[in-house]
């Protein structure tokens, strides 16, 4: 094998990127309906990285273009046109993969056998190892199983761990292998018609022979034994699943129905809830709604209305208290409505009391909650009608049996290990990871507080039921591996309808149906929540949620039987004591993006009590009440950056993660044959997680060998750069530092930098990125030059060395200085040099945001790309307004201190004839040196003034006639300004009086060029 890997040196990115994206809107049967886990990587981008990693690179320009053809197919664009209600028709262009083995469905494709040959052949015809440290939800191994590959999948979490075997173990072990199905759905003709259909591919008359074989026209009971079992009903395991939820169903449904109960014969879909407080003025119970509406479609709108009685009676304390009535009305066609509709009773101050206008505030809440003063009213019902979905108010006995409910707990409880989930929820607060969690500021202290009673009971009967199936399928003489996988797609079941049966889950009005209680990984508290009827056929629905799982099985059965058994450890990886490997494709957690372990206890509750006894592993596993967070005797455990989990230390807990981290790469190396590759995916959007990481994987003995940005959101550019996240994932190729490696030179390594960076550069702008993630695209390839020397020796000072947070600040100014190119002079233009460092921030804010509200996360790496910092900004040059969490430009005509100039404003020059300002200000720090965009402001500001003469005085202070970047810098501006606006028409004024001959094109934002090779 050449040691040159493909993704080394051509990828297809552009394929690899719209597959990927496609892939968010693929349904049933992809690995994200099987179970939640956060963060899951695209399927798409996980087989392109690792076929591109493990296939060396032909050597050949031509069999190279046509290795990654064959891997990503061709992009087609079709345009389509849209007429709006203007009349004006709209172009959009879309843009697809032809061909390749990326985009969903094509995983099947003939062509992955020649695709498993190669690999096989690349590694002497066995096949290769390939170790994911973090696995999480097992996207990576399982295309690394799909690619033949020997896959070893560790993480420290339980949840996970228990996902990764239902995801890759089961799949793998059962693909080929059937079992019969149980007698009692022989009996079941639904099932069984269905089974015929699609796991036969019977129809017409061979259906019917089928179907007659199992119901002929003599009743049930009158039938002998044996009789009319001729027809192999061996299924494999997705069958059987299938089969013994609906045992489950049908035992729950019989067990729950008088806590369900249908009125007018008109099936519920959800029960509407709001949670209430006591009005501290009139005592009145205010029901706490973030909105009134039931349904906001275009062609249905429903409100609750909320009224005050007019009999008021006497509480308690003696006290005369009013109270709430609600009523439900559908609003007529153009019927308008204010804006207490939107807003129902809650504001970010508080709540407003409906009888006496008193404003309870969040703190005041919080208060209530704490001391378990909070309860819940139910406001409506929503059922499914002859002509859809209806809205009215509950009847009195839906409102009794919701509250009867409680009342049946201990019985269900009383058969199912640990009990009721007491186990107590996230602390939450602090500015990391646990800010994630606010649920126990209002009270919520046990898991079980984040349900309703009627969905423990339901939830408890689901697990009771579940339990039971082992020793029914034993009774049935089924084995034991059959048995466990069957029980513990069960038992995802279970979390499946858990989760979208909680007191977080809301009704969503626009799609009228019920959100998952994971909206974001994160448990906020809902105030107005809904509750599903999960024993029915609806949305959160048990049914439904077998359905999902059954569909992943199918499809894993047939994607995985290429593969050897794959290896799911529950280890942390920061001590992994793995065998060799061939190559370790990981995508790990970033500081304190996502709290996993503490977000996931919502479904390891679920999870230790539907599994407890199925098996010692797994029992070993889930031995404790909640999953491991840090261990402090050995200073090991779930790497996320959460100060609550050292005395709020957040230095001590930056540093666990990192340290941890920089243990997991080198484990990593350890585990590596010599010329293997890591691969890491890195999603960060903020500087210092770049140089953390980049840090440990340098100190850990690797030269990053090959980077790519796939994009991995949505392709709406607008979403993309005004939100917070990043768009593309970059996934960095490592390989081993050769051992004899000397230490470099800085200008050296700043000079090959440049040159590997600036092609790389133009295809990733090419390829339609911007914003940060443009940035961090470029941060790769620029680590290539950096990265092949144990340490880089300034030049200029010795005994000095350059540190990563150096040569990234050299490879942002670079990067900065590219798209400020682009912005002042077009797509065909090189880098700017000598642009002052606001300015550069100006264009480059301008460019991406306009005056919009802008992400403070994306604002700030701009700032420290130009090595500015947001309160420079904002204080100190009065560019920036802070809004909440986001970052503003100011207009040029609000900036206070616009255009003060120390050499013509100063108090020394006072009386001179110098074109002062009325109003003008002296900032904080007054520099020498002006940035060009201030000048620019307050020639604006002089034209506006209507005096030619201290333009014209202020142009030769300036030297601004022939300041070649300033005429440029007008034409940009002017680019940038909306049409019609006054700023663009005074700087077209002033330009023209200069003469600036501009013909810039405004720098266009393509979605997505070609694919990219070096
Ligand atoms: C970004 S997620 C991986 C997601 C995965 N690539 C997927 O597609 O589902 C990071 C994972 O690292 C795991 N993790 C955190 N600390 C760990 C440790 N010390 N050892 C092993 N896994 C750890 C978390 O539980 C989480 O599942």
Redesign the pocket.
Known sequence: MTDRRLIEVAFPLKQASLDSVHEKNVRHGHISTLHI?P???PLAACRAALIATLLPDPGDDDERRALVERIGGQVKSTVKTKKLASGEVEEEIREETVGGILHWGRESDPDMDWFREQIRAAYGGRAPRVLD????????PLEAMRLGCEATA????PV?WFILKCTLEYPQKLAGKTRPLPDFVLEDRGFMEDFFKKARALSGKDLDAALRDFFPDVEASMRLPGMGATTDVNADVAWHVRAWGNWVLERARADLERYYPTVDGKPTVAYLWARTVTCKNCRATVPLLKTTWLAKKANKRVVLELTTDDTDFTDKAEKSVQSVVFSVRELAKGEKVGRGVDEGTMSRAGATCPCCGAIMTMEDIRTEGQAGRLSAVMTAVVVNGDKGKEYRLPIAEERQVAEEAIMALEAVFAEIPFGIPDEPTPTGGGSGASRAFSVQGYGLMRWRDLFTPRQLLALGTFVRHTRAVRETMREAGYSAEWIEAVSAYLALAVDRTAERNSTICHYDVSRDSISGTFQRYALPITWDYAEAAPTMAAAGSMEGQIDWITRYIEHALAGVRYAPPPRVERQ???SLKSGTVDVVVT???YYDAIP?SDAMDFFYVWLHRSLHGLSQEIDAVFAEPLAPKWDYATND???IDDASRFDGDKDRSKAAYED?MARVFQNCYRALTPEGRLVIVFAHKHPDAWETLVSAIIRAGFIVTGSWPIETEMGNRTRALTSAALASSVWLVCKKRPPTARPGWDNRVLDEMRTLITQRLRDFWDAGIRGPDFVWAATGPAMEAYSQYPAVKKADEPGQVMTVSEFLGHVRRMVVDFVVGRVLSGDGAEAITGLDDLTTYYLLHRHDFGLDEAPAGAAILYAISCNLSDRDLSDRYRLLEQKGSTLQLLPWHRRASVGYDPVLDAAESQGAETPRLPGLEAPEAVLLELPLIDQAHRLMHLWRAGDVTKVDAYLDARGLRRNALFHQLLQALIELASAGSEERALLESISNYLGVKGTKTAAQAHLYITGSER
């Not at 440290?133 to 990576?140: C, E, K, L, V």
């Open positions: 886990w963060a899951r990587r440290p973090f696995a999480g939800g097992g996207a990576i560790v993480d420290i979490n996970a942390s990886s920061v995508d790990p957690p996993y455990g779930e790497l941890g």
